[in-house]
């Protein structure tokens, strides 16, 4: 066995963003797409539902894995150098964001069961409305600009795509579910990408 590459961690690292990525949406698809008719349904069949979806998500992806990674780019320092600062400021946000929100909202189960949650403005969500898909798209990016592979950069950017598309169907489901306090939550507070000078409140 070879000594292992900074290629070979880059393409581990192409997969792993392969893998996640479509996962991460297919769950969502699911859990948001759904959610008219999970409320009324128990709760562990959203879930299996969501199971069932990334399974056979996996089993589409996984046997296609070289296909789909496209052609290696090549290393370059100064993208793996960008990238990892772009990622790790993903991290920081993280740490921020998850002190405002529990696994079970992480999880969507506020809005599969139906719960009259109290609306989230504090903190990073002064920033922006879902401050948790914002920490998702600046650490996609910077994970994609580290691996450097053209099917990297496309699943990405088909993820980003659903990304939106899933946001549209979270912010139905939260205007149904908290009404005018949303609406005008809404009216105040961008979606996703926040105003340049406000960026720094994710951080601290």
């Known amino acids: ?27 969502w698809f699911v859990i948001h797409g759904g959610i ?8 562990w069949l959203a879930y299996t539902t969501a199971l069932i979806a990334i399974l056979f998500t996996l089993f589409l992806i996984i046997p296609n894995l070289r296909m789909i990674g496209g052609e290696d780019l090549g290393t370059s320092p100064l993208l793996m150098g960008l990238g990892a600062v772009i990622y790790l ?9 998850r002190s405002h929100l529990s696994f079970r909202t992480f999880a969507g189960l506020p809005e599969v069961q139906n719960e009259a949650n109290e609306l989230i403005e504090s903190g990073p969500f002064k920033v922006v409305r879902h401050p948790r898909y ?35 169907l979270e912010e139905r489901e939260l205007v149904s579910r908290f009404g005018d306090a949303y609406r ?14 406000m960026i720094g409140r994710l951080f601290v």
């Open 1 to 27: 066995m070879g000594d292992v590459t900074i290629a070979d961690i880059r393409y581990g690292m192409a997969v792993i963003l392969i893998v996640v990525l479509p996962v991460v949406t297919s769950f």
């Open 134 to 168: 914002f920490m998702i798209i600046v650490s996609t990016i910077g994970w994609a600009l580290m691996c450097h592979f053209t099917g990297v950069y496309l699943v990405s950017a088909a993820f980003l795509v659903c990304l939106l598309l899933i946001i549209k």
């Open 184 to 197: 005008d939550y809404r009216h105040r507070v961008p979606m996703v990408l926040p105003k340049p000078a």
């Open 89 to 97: 400021s993903s991290l920081r946000m993280s740490s921020r964001i």
């Open 36 to 43: 008219r008719v999970w409320k009324s349904r128990p709760t």
